[in-house]
């Protein structure tokens, strides 16, 4: 993942950085159906595999929980080969004794479901979590230093409130259409410029959309294409593009009622002439995204709390 330098999973460490808030634990259902069960949201973080299943359950991939602890895929293959033994191995007995000190139980190891035209292998948050901790303390010779330093920062509700911050997965709700207010400056913004110009915000989108995907909340208090707007402008006037591309001019753009913003519509913003279309494109990808400026933007949302860092994080990574 690419970003200034922080890693949240690293790619040699194998260790977790930094964690999401925590929020209320979620208890597996032991007699959980799997023909109920299906994936609804998945994503690769450096090499770990993890995702939400259809009923709200977060997990992580085989793969990605046997980096976390340290050991080969194999390894995490033998526990759920043995999870149901009539004469359990000892490791068995210290997992699911783990499980029940944590105040879970599960009937199986993991779910074997389809999806994307792949059997994936998920690991429900609290049996991983109970794996990872067998690894870390309990494992004896067998005991890894990846393990143990995953578990500490990973211990409780934190495994799981990871998965879901990075999926970009509410639990609660409440941002079930995150892309409502999105949508609304769309449909009065999308023709607003003048034929034969452009304007920052429709070329924006795509990093719009990453960043809702990532999980922000898009809306009043984040609109990005501000950002972008006011560094393209001095752009345009420190290499006096007017007498290159031709003069741009003023447009109206309007905000929704949903933000205060739109108390004073229409608001003046500039468009630009198509003929500089294209280096405005790559000026976007080269000077902002991968220039530090969208990091600079992104870090100063979180040190003002109004994003959290595992999806600044996860942003820069998609979009650059």
């Given amino acids: 993942m690419a970003n200034d330098g922080k890693k949240e999973i690293t790619h040699k460490g194998r260790q977790i950085k930094v964690l999401a808030p925590n929020s209320a634990p979620k208890e597996i259902t032991p007699d959980q159906g799997i023909l109920d069960l299906g994936i609804q949201a998945d994503a690769d973080i450096g090499g770990i595999g993890m995702g939400v299943l259809s009923d709200g359950t977060p997990y992580l991939n085989q793969r990605g929980l046997a980096v976390l602890c340290g050991v080969e895929n194999a390894h995490i293959g033998y526990i759920s080969a043995q999870w149901n033994d009539k004469s359990p191995k000892p490791r068995i007995k210290?997992?699911?004794?783990?499980?029940?000190?944590?105040g879970a139980s599960s009937s199986v190891s993991h779910y074997s479901l389809p999806y994307k035209g792949i059997?994936?292998?998920?690991?429900?948050?609290?049996v991983s979590l109970a794996i990872l901790e067998y690894y870390a303390f309990d494992a004896g010779a067998n005991c890894q230093p990846e393990a143990r330093a995953n578990f500490r920062k990973l211990a409780g509700s934190k495994l799981r409130d990871m998965i879901y911050s990075y999926v970009g997965y509410d639990p609660t709700g409440r941002y079930q259409d995150r892309f409502a207010k999105w949508h609304e400056r769309i449909a009065l913004n999308y023709q607003s410029a003048p034929k034969g110009y452009f304007h920052v915000f429709n070329e924006a989108h795509t990093i719009i959309y990453e960043l809702i995907q990532s999980g922000a909340d898009i809306g009043e208090k984040f609109v990005i294409d501000i950002s972008i707007g006011q560094h393209w402008s001095r752009h345009w006037d420190e290499f006096s593009y007017d007498a290159v591309y031709g003069k741009r001019r003023k447009y109206p753009h309007k905000y929704p009622d949903s933000h205060p913003q739109s108390k004073s519509n229409p608001q003046e913003s500039w468009c630009y002439p198509v003929s500089a279309l294209g280096v405005f494109r790559e000026w976007l990808q080269n000077e902002y995204?991968?220039?530090?400026?969208?990091?600079?933007?992104?870090?100063?949302?979180?040190?003002?709390?109004?994003?959290?860092?595992?999806?600044?994080?996860?942003?820069?990574?998609?979009?650059?």
């Fill in 94 to 102: 210290a997992i699911k004794s783990i499980l029940k000190d944590a």
């Fill in 119 to 126: 059997s994936h292998f998920c690991y429900p948050a609290e």
């Fill in 289 to 320: 995204i991968e220039g530090g400026k969208f990091t600079t933007y992104l870090k100063g949302k979180v040190k003002r709390g109004e994003l959290p860092p595992s999806i600044a994080n996860l942003q820069i990574g998609a979009v650059s």
